[in-house]
């Protein structure tokens, strides 16, 4: 990555961790990500916008926040009804998830599902692009099953004018595993025009740039896991300082507060916190024994010591195993 063209990073959607109160307080301690997309939701045509996603995507608890909201979506109508209540509430672009691998979302033809069905894609995707002015985004898998079913894929989205398209270089079945099917996204790179951007495993510094060598007309990469295990990741491709534990250990706290402010009781705050520690433990030698007390506390004072027990007894790695 050269110093003239600084790579832009956004926040991949991470449903379960990356709602409204994460994204607010990262920002917040992490300024200087281009964007962070929404986790999904799904709208239907009587309920374009309910339950999780109305609270995330309420303008209030995104003030200040570049947020792209995401859909969940295979009927144009549920989608577009969506896309209006977002435009209303002054968002200017929407993502279509078609990566999504759960059994439940594929089943349904939706997510990485649709996939599957590249003649319903495409009816799908002319009807919304030539029913909405809002700018339409694609996260996208490079199949279900087969890599051999990515040029066909390509080729349909190339006749679209998609503000920018997303891939994640595996297959539905891939899941998050296995190595990342680099030669798929060569191939995008070769044989598209649209605005491409890269999403899969940019765990480490090293890994962006190296990615970012081997595709310079690339500009916008996209990090899930890699940003939620190290909150400064973009920071660091910005030319600035490693993550230290006084950092992570305040980002923690400013997040357990921030879930108390929104969340009734323990049980919720210590659900979201616990999740976060299957990236964060790694960034620790020897980490067992505060982390079993940190996964078996059943009130915030029981998981308060057990992460204190860690950050005072284990020390603390910039960059530990990576992988997830
Ligand atoms: C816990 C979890 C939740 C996810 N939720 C979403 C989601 O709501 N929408 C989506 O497009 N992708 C979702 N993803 C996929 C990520 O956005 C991303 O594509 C994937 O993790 C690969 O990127 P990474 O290697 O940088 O993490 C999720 C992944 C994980 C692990």
Redesign the pocket.
């Known amino acids: 990555m050269t110093t003239q063209t600084l790579p832009r990073l956004s926040f991949?959607?991470?449903?379960?961790?990356t709602g409204w109160v994460f994204r607010q307080v990262h920002q917040r301690r992490f300024p200087g990500l281009d964007r962070y997309?929404a986790?999904?939701f799904a709208p239907t045509t009587d309920s374009p916008l309910t339950g999780r996603g109305l609270s995330d995507l309420q303008p209030d608890h995104n003030q200040g926040v570049p947020v792209v909201p995401?859909l969940l979506a295979n009927q144009a109508e549920a989608f577009l009804a969506a896309a209006r209540v977002l435009q209303d509430l002054g968002y200017a672009e929407v993502?279509l998830?078609l990566?999504?691998p759960s059994g439940t979302v594929v089943a349904k033809g939706k997510g990485a599902g649709f996939l599957a069905h590249p003649q319903a894609l495409d009816a799908f995707l002319a009807d919304i692009f030539s029913r909405t002015d809002l700018a339409i985004s694609i996260?996208t898998r490079i199949g279900v099953e087969d890599a051999a079913e990515w040029p066909a894929l390509l080729a349909i989205f190339r006749r679209y004018p998609i503000r920018e398209l997303i891939i994640?270089p595996r297959l539905r079945r891939d899941f998050?595993r296995g190595p990342v099917r680099q030669g798929a996204f060569q191939y995008a790179v070769d044989h598209c025009d649209l605005p491409l951007c890269y999403?899969?495993?940019?765990?480490t510094p090293q890994a962006c740039r190296e990615l970012a060598a081997q595709f310079p007309s690339v500009s916008h990469w996209?990090?899930?896991?890699?940003?939620v295990y190290n909150p400064a990741l973009g920071r660091q491709l910005q030319g600035g300082e490693p993550l230290t534990p006084e950092e992570l250990r305040a980002f923690h706290d400013q997040l357990v507060e921030a879930y108390r402010q929104v969340l009734s009781g323990d049980r919720p705050v210590l659900g979201k916190m616990k999740e976060l520690w299957f990236y964060w433990s790694r960034h620790f030698l020897q980490p067992e024994g505060p982390l079993k007390r940190i996964r078996k506390a059943k009130t915030l004072l029981e998981y308060r010591d057990g992460v204190n027990a860690l950050f005072r007894d284990c020390p603390f790695q910039e960059e530990g195993p990576v992988t997830?």
């Open positions: 991949a959607p991470l449903e379960g961790i997309y986790p999904f995401q993502n998830n990566g999504c996260k994640h998050y999403n899969g495993d940019l765990f996209m990090a899930g896991r890699g940003l997830f």
